[in-house]
């Protein structure tokens, strides 16, 4: 299976990169400047994917994903938690689990004490007022998914959706993970055209940024590499302006 290399960018040109062509990816070492951490405390964050809960949402009735949600309001350099909330996406955004209060449980406090955990959700939303300048000081209202694809039932689909686009201003998908697997390919598109390219990260904690009025994504399933299960792990953050999806805005 031919795998695609990721088209990254330095750390100092993301901003710029994201504006001209509605997509970014950044490697490991750019990751760690970008968020302003060391390599090592990205690394600390990895072991906090074991034993979490699985998924008792999915339509497709598979057991492949397990996931902890968590919400932040995020403005210039302050982070802040929020009550523990529903994860809600309209129908137009998220045809199969579109329309669902879906309660996952919440990322653990001792993971989001890490130093890491916060200096990403700061550098996120850095790069959101890079990217819509307009909105100076804006309040970036942050969802913090752990995610969790395994092959123990033979296949795992990191996005049973298919393309999609997830209804925010921005997307960060962090590889994680990957551990005993095949397949797990990123395709990106230009929502307005023909243009998309595809690549797989494999290296833990590179990254991939998307405008999400941009840009469609999916990441295509994966199948174990022996007789033993694998996993893919992932962190997904979303930012929008105004307001969390399903409070009327």
């Known amino acids: ?41 990205l690394a600390a964050l990895s072991g ?8 008792a949402y999915l339509k497709d009735g598979g057991r ?6 968590s919400c932040y309001v995020v403005q210039d350099d302050q982070v802040q938690a929020v009550a523990h909330r529903a994860h809600w996406q309209p129908v ?13 449980e919440p990322v653990t406090d001792t993971t989001q004490a890490l130093p890491a955990w916060s ?4 550098a996120l939303g850095y790069t959101a007022q890079a990217l819509f300048p307009s909105a100076e000081h804006a309040r970036w209202y942050t969802e913090a998914h752990q995610f969790r ?18 209804g925010v201003d921005l997307v960060a998908v962090f590889l994680v993970a990957r551990e005993g697997i095949k397949g ?37 399933p994966i199948q174990p590499l022996g007789e033993a299960a694998g996993h893919r792990d992932t962190l997904v953050v979303t930012l929008r302006r105004e307001a969390f999806q399903g409070d009327g805005a």
């Not at 492949?64 to 949600?69: A, G, N």
């Open 48 to 55: 906090h994917w074991e034993a979490m809960p699985h998924d």
């Open 119 to 122: 200096q990403i959700m700061r």
């Open 149 to 166: 694809i395994d092959t123990a039932e033979g296949i795992g689909r990191p996005t049973p959706e298919g393309a999609h686009r997830d």
């Open 92 to 104: 137009e955004y998220n045809a199969l689990h579109g329309g669902m209060q879906r309660w996952f």
């Open 64 to 69: 492949y994903r397990k996931r902890r949600h």
């Open 1 to 41: 299976m031919q795998s695609f290399p990721p088209p990254y960018c330095d750390a100092d040109t993301v901003d710029g990169t994201l504006r001209a062509y509605g997509y970014a990816v950044l490697s490991p070492a750019a990751v760690a400047q970008w968020a302003a951490c060391q390599p090592e405390e």
């Open 184 to 220: 797990g390919e990123t395709r990106v598109f230009d929502a307005q055209g023909p243009q998309g390219l595809r690549f797989t990260l494999t290296e833990p904690w590179s990254l991939m940024l998307l405008d999400d009025a941009r840009m469609i994504h999916e990441s295509t």
